[in-house]
Nanobody, 116 residues
């Protein structure tokens, strides 16, 4: 049974930091590209960052580049999103995604709220 379980969300003040984690099980984690998406109320789900399986090449949305860092630990079957210098516009539900070919799995999401 495939599972992606996000954690680490919460309420943070502008300028603060959070680290999201996504623990994977039920598939060969190291062979999947991993991504973080986010969806704000009334908006579509957008890609935040992704990291390839073999080479670990990273890609970021322009709005988070220089502030967010995606990483993966294949030994722990976990992908992370370090978020620094958070802004109110980063408020959203953050989702973990695993993808390999036609296989596409999603977590349940974790809420991140940036507010003073």
């Amino acid at each position: 049974q495939v599972q992606l379980v996000e954690s680490g969300g919460g309420l943070v003040q502008p300028g603060g930091s959070l680290r999201l984690s996504c623990a994977a099980s039920g598939f060969t984690f190291s062979t999947y590209a991993m991504s973080w998406y986010r969806q704000a109320p009334g908006k579509k789900r957008d890609l935040v960052a992704d990291i390839t399986s073999a080479t670990g090449i990273k890609n970021y949305a322009g709005s988070v580049k220089g502030r967010f860092t995606i990483s993966r630990d294949n030994a722990k079957n976990t992908v992370y999103l370090q978020m620094n210098s958070l802004k109110p516009e980063d408020t959203a539900v953050y989702y973990c995604n695993a993808r390999m070919g036609w296989r596409d799995y999603w977590g349940q999401g974790t809420q991140v709220t940036v507010s003073s």
